[in-house]
């Protein structure tokens, strides 16, 4: 286990480089923007991967919270798979907005079971836990990173630091929730932290399309600034970008994975500790609690 | 652990390394132990040795980290209404009479007989007329009213926590008493306390605890203490 | 045990008489939403045709701050000598506390809302352009989805250190949509510029979505020592 991860993280490190690189050097430079677009290259990959994490996030709290009981875990797992199931289904039969591909769709309807089931299958309860801790602490971090290079690139691009766009403001929203959410975790006096964080994370997968919803609505009742533009992309651009989408999800797999494993291991010393003073004879143990 | 008379008998209730974290403080770090009906049990302790702790696992107010409690033989939360609980605070509401508490606490427990509060109210010496909010009674007065809350739906198991705290040594010896004529009625009762003298000769067993775990459980007093 | 319904009443008559012997609550919420009032008035002209145009901003901002103010107060009392404890060891259901507390704050929210209503109007020269049942349905909405969050997120920092802080930070992130639709709607309307009808259909929406998802994880959250 050891030393797989350190060839994996050896070889991430590897991939980053390259992708930074080519980022960098070999994708062409773009015809209006100059190199300032080449930030797009970290943005939105960093965006990608913020959302996969919180998605982790959500299905890992779903799982934890439905565990103990029997009936909800069975209504869960049915419920993740009728979604997958309809949402590789109905995007071929229902007109979509325009610019949206049906199989796109499919493809992140499809993820909502495998994720379910993967997770339910190969975590335990502190498992589901600990990878909801770790998920959103390093979604966190890309998110963000992802308001941060927003803004530097819009300066110079559009001339503005910030608008509120669609976009721009669920994800800020988003980033809002993730933060109450490690907030809650780090103010927490329960016993039962993981249940009342993952209840919150709940509500916050449940609040986001609401958010989306009402933030489009009200922004195309007012003045917007042109955003994008058609006009073709270079096949390169396109080829860098996906390395770069490849390069930085590894590269938060392997974070999230590190987290989780310092965070098993600080729970296991814990309860080693626990455990041991069981077995220390009565009477000659250290009033640690006192 | 001590052997018990009655071993013969089923426990009605059996704890199983119970294990109780908050954040990263281990409160109870491996309980484990059996309790008989109709026994009263005086739970002792420093400050910090986990009693709270284990009496509110037992009214399943404290969910256990690790480990299971076995209560009449399901978990405290599914015979809740099984359990009387009385906390170091009140459980009162300040502002409203012994009645009106009674009566609202009653309802949680589908006790609409106006009867039972008041008869409840003179068992523990205090008169249900009385229209002061509990808020304006004595210390004395309050504790003996929490208990009467504690012992609403007659409980088959009955955790007190510090009952005797504030309490002049008259009005301590009567509860003691109410308690003794309670066991007779075939209730379990489990007393935390800091007066442990209160109950020597009355209690049934003593469980001495420290650091979060029970370490020695003796039938009298005199001989707990001479262990320490 | 009592039927559900019954509980609730009882918790919800008892929390009523509660306020009315203490009016912690209603007089610390009331003076609060006045001091934002008159505090507002000061960052701009309040007579201005475009102040027409924030009002709606506005409003939804005091009433929020000062639902905080009451869903903090309620979850007090239960912590006062620990009673909440006293529920929690009863076979009540959770639900029926949880049901008791939301319909108790939407009466002092609404009540609040009542009082304050005719100040804006004083104070900020406002008048209805749009349809009145509207904007009351609209209110009704946006007031139930306040403390219907509002209760579940103040029933889970009690858990929590420096519970009155959390409330907020827990409940405002969450509130966005719903604070975007109230606010819009209620400026529409005032204006009588845009049809509401989305707004009111998102608020029922949200109300519907987390009035479910606080029922179904409030026991979670009430038994999570």
């Given at each position: 286990?050891?030393?797989?991860?350190?060839i994996?993280?050896g070889?991430?490190?590897?991939?980053?480089?390259?992708?930074?690189?080519?980022?960098?050097?070999?994708?062409?430079?773009?015809?209006?923007?100059?190199?300032?677009?080449r930030?797009?290259?970290?943005?939105?990959?960093?965006?990608?991967?913020?959302?996969?994490?919180?998605?982790?996030?959500?299905?890992?709290?779903?799982?934890?919270?439905?565990?103990?009981?029997?009936t909800?875990?069975?209504?869960?797992?049915?419920?993740?798979?009728?979604?997958?199931?309809?949402?590789?289904?109905?995007?071929?039969?229902?007109?979509?907005?325009?610019?949206?591909?049906?199989?796109?769709?499919?493809?992140?309807?499809?993820?909502?079971?495998?994720?379910?089931?993967?997770?339910?299958?190969?975590?335990?309860?502190?498992?589901?836990?600990?990878?909801?801790?770790?998920?959103?602490?390093?979604?966190?971090?890309?998110?963000?990173?992802?308001?941060?290079?927003?803004?530097?690139?819009?300066?110079?691009?559009?001339g503005?630091?910030w608008?509120?766009?669609?976009?721009?403001?669920?994800?800020?929203?988003?980033?809002?929730?993730?933060?109450?959410?490690?907030?809650?975790?780090?103010?927490?006096?329960?016993?039962?932290?993981?249940?009342?964080?993952?209840?919150?994370?709940?509500f916050?997968?449940?609040?986001?399309?609401?958010?989306?919803?009402?933030?489009?609505?009200?922004?195309?009742?007012?003045?917007?600034?042109?955003?994008?533009?058609?006009?073709?992309?270079?096949?390169?651009?396109?080829?860098?970008?996906?390395?770069?989408?490849?390069?930085?999800?590894?590269?938060?797999?392997?974070?999230?994975?590190?987290?989780?494993?310092?965070?098993?291991?600080?729970?296991?010393?814990?309860?080693?500790?626990?455990?041991?003073?069981?077995?220390?004879?009565?009477?000659?143990?250290?009033?640690?609690?006192? | 652990?001590?052997a018990?008379?009655?071993?013969?008998?089923?426990?009605?209730?059996?704890?199983?390394?119970?294990?109780?974290?908050?954040?990263?403080?281990?409160?109870?770090?491996?309980?484990?132990?059996?309790?008989?009906?109709?026994?009263?049990?005086?739970?002792?302790?420093?400050?910090?040795?986990?009693?709270?702790?284990?009496?509110?696992?037992?009214?399943?107010?404290?969910?256990p980290t690790?480990?299971?409690?076995?209560?009449?033989?399901?978990?405290?939360?599914?015979?809740?209404?099984?359990?009387?609980?009385?906390a170091?605070?009140?459980?009162?509401?300040?502002?409203?009479?012994?009645?009106?508490?009674?009566?609202?606490?009653?309802?949680?427990?589908?006790?609409?007989?106006?009867?039972?509060?008041?008869?409840?109210?003179?068992?523990?010496?205090?008169?249900?007329?009385?229209?002061?909010?509990?808020?304006?009674?004595?210390?004395?007065?309050?504790?003996?009213m929490?208990?009467?809350?504690?012992?609403l739906?007659?409980?088959?198991?009955?955790?007190?926590?510090?009952?005797?705290?504030?309490?002049?040594?008259?009005?301590?010896?009567?509860?003691?008493?109410?308690?003794?004529?309670?066991?007779?009625?075939?209730?379990?009762?489990?007393?935390?306390?800091h007066?442990?003298?209160?109950?020597?000769?009355?209690?049934?067993?003593f469980?001495?605890?420290?650091?979060?775990?029970?370490?020695?459980?003796?039938?009298?007093?005199?001989?707990?203490?001479?262990?320490? | 045990?009592?039927?559900?319904?019954?509980i609730?009443?009882?918790?919800?008559?008892?929390?009523?008489?509660l306020?009315?012997?203490?009016?912690?609550?209603?007089?610390?919420?009331?003076?609060?939403?006045?001091?934002?009032?008159?505090?507002?008035?000061?960052?701009?002209?309040?007579?201005?045709?475009?102040s027409?145009?924030?009002?709606?901003?506005?409003?939804?901002?005091?009433?929020?701050?000062?639902?905080v103010?009451?869903?903090?107060?309620?979850?007090?009392?239960?912590?006062?000598?620990?009673?909440?404890?006293?529920?929690?060891?009863?076979?009540?259901?959770?639900?029926?506390?949880?049901?008791?507390?939301?319909?108790?704050?939407?009466?002092?929210?609404?009540?609040?809302?009542?009082?304050?209503?005719?100040?804006?109007?004083?104070?900020?020269?406002?008048?209805?352009?749009?349809?009145?049942?509207?904007?009351?349905?609209?209110?009704?909405?946006?007031?139930?989805?306040?403390?219907?969050?509002?209760?579940?997120?103040?029933?889970?920092?009690?858990?929590?250190?420096?519970?009155?802080?959390?409330?907020?930070?827990?409940?405002?992130?969450?509130?966005?949509?719903?604070?975007?639709?109230?606010?819009?709607?209620?400026?529409?309307?005032?204006?009588?510029?845009?049809?509401?009808?989305?707004?009111?259909?998102?608020?029922?929406?949200?109300?519907?979505?987390?009035?479910?998802?606080?029922?179904?994880?409030?026991?979670?959250?009430?038994?999570?020592?």
């Open positions: 286990m050891n030393r797989t991860f350190f994996l993280a070889l991430t490190a590897l991939l980053l480089a390259y992708a930074t690189y080519a980022a960098l050097v070999l994708a062409p430079t773009e015809q209006t923007m100059g190199d300032v677009q930030i797009f290259y970290y943005h939105a990959p960093s965006a990608w991967t913020a959302f996969l994490l919180f998605f982790i996030n959500f299905i890992a709290s779903v799982q934890y919270l439905v565990r103990p009981s029997e909800a875990d069975r209504f869960a797992k049915w419920a993740a798979i009728t979604i997958g199931v309809i949402a590789c289904v109905a995007p071929f039969f229902i007109p979509l907005p325009a610019g949206i591909e049906p199989s796109a769709v499919a493809t992140t309807g499809l993820a909502v079971p495998a994720a379910y089931l993967l997770i339910r299958k190969y975590f335990s309860d502190q498992g589901t836990d600990i990878l909801a801790l770790s998920s959103a602490e390093v979604g966190v971090v890309f998110c963000t990173i992802v308001l941060i290079t927003g803004p530097l690139w819009a300066r110079p691009v559009w503005i630091w608008t509120w766009d669609v976009r721009l403001t669920s994800t800020l929203v988003l980033w809002l929730i993730y933060v109450s959410y490690l907030m809650l975790r780090r103010f927490s006096t329960s016993g039962e932290t993981p249940k009342l964080a993952a209840a919150l994370a709940v916050g997968a449940l609040d986001m399309p609401l958010v989306y919803f009402s933030i489009w609505f009200f922004r195309t009742q007012h003045p917007q600034p042109v955003i994008g533009g058609g006009g073709s992309i270079d096949p390169r651009m396109l080829r860098v970008f996906a390395l770069n989408c490849f390069a930085f999800t590894c590269y938060a797999g392997i974070i999230v994975w590190f987290r989780y494993r310092i965070e098993r291991m600080r729970r296991d010393v814990e309860e080693t500790e626990a455990l041991e003073a069981l077995l220390e004879p009565r009477g000659t143990k250290s009033g640690g609690s006192r | 652990m001590a018990n008379s009655s071993a013969q008998i089923a426990p009605i209730i059996s704890i199983a390394g119970l294990i109780k974290h908050f954040g990263r403080f281990a409160a109870l770090r491996g309980v484990a132990a059996e309790f008989f009906a109709g026994k009263i049990y005086a739970i002792l302790g420093d400050n910090g040795a986990g009693k709270t702790t284990l009496l509110r696992s037992l009214a399943g107010l404290a969910q690790r480990g299971t409690i076995k209560i009449l033989g399901g978990t405290p939360r599914q015979v809740c209404a099984e359990l009387g609980y009385m170091h605070p009140t459980l009162l509401y300040e502002e409203m009479s012994g009645m009106e508490n009674l009566r609202y606490f009653g309802k949680l427990y589908g006790i609409t007989d106006e009867k039972r509060c008041e008869e409840l109210i003179r068992a523990v010496k205090l008169e249900p007329t009385l229209t002061r909010p509990v808020g304006q009674y004595s210390q004395g007065m309050r504790q003996r929490s208990l009467a809350r504690a012992l739906n007659n409980p088959k198991v009955l955790l007190l926590d510090e009952p005797f705290s504030n309490v002049d040594m008259r009005s301590g010896r009567e509860m003691v008493e109410l308690l003794t004529r309670l066991r007779t009625e075939g209730k379990t009762i489990f007393v935390v306390t007066q442990a003298s209160l109950l020597d000769g009355t209690a049934d067993e469980i001495w605890m420290d650091s979060g775990q029970i370490v020695t459980r003796t039938r009298t007093l005199a001989e707990g203490i001479t262990n320490e | 045990m009592s039927k559900p319904s019954g609730m009443r009882a918790t919800l008559v008892k929390d009523l008489r306020e009315w012997r203490s009016k912690d609550a209603i007089n610390a919420m009331l003076f609060f939403a006045l001091l934002v009032v008159v505090i507002f008035s000061f960052s701009f002209d309040p007579t201005a045709e475009e027409r145009h924030i009002a709606g901003g506005l409003i939804w901002v005091a009433f929020l701050f000062a639902a103010v009451a869903l903090n107060q309620t979850w007090a009392r239960e912590l006062r000598n620990q009673v909440l404890d006293g529920f929690r060891v009863s076979p009540a259901p959770p639900n029926a506390l949880f049901l008791a507390k939301a319909f108790g704050n939407f009466i002092f929210v609404a009540v609040l809302e009542m009082l304050m209503a005719p100040l804006f109007v004083i104070f900020y020269n406002l008048r209805v352009i749009g349809s009145f049942p509207q904007l009351l349905l609209l209110v009704a909405l946006g007031t139930w989805a306040l403390v219907v969050n509002g209760t579940f997120f103040a029933a889970m920092s009690l858990r929590t250190r420096s519970r009155e802080i959390m409330l907020p930070l827990l409940l405002f992130p969450i509130s966005i949509p719903a604070i975007i639709g109230m606010v819009n709607g209620t400026t529409a309307i005032l204006t009588g510029d845009d049809p509401a009808l989305f707004w009111i259909v998102l608020l029922a929406t949200y109300n519907l979505v987390f009035t479910t998802g606080s029922l179904l994880l409030f026991p979670t959250v009430l038994h999570a020592e």
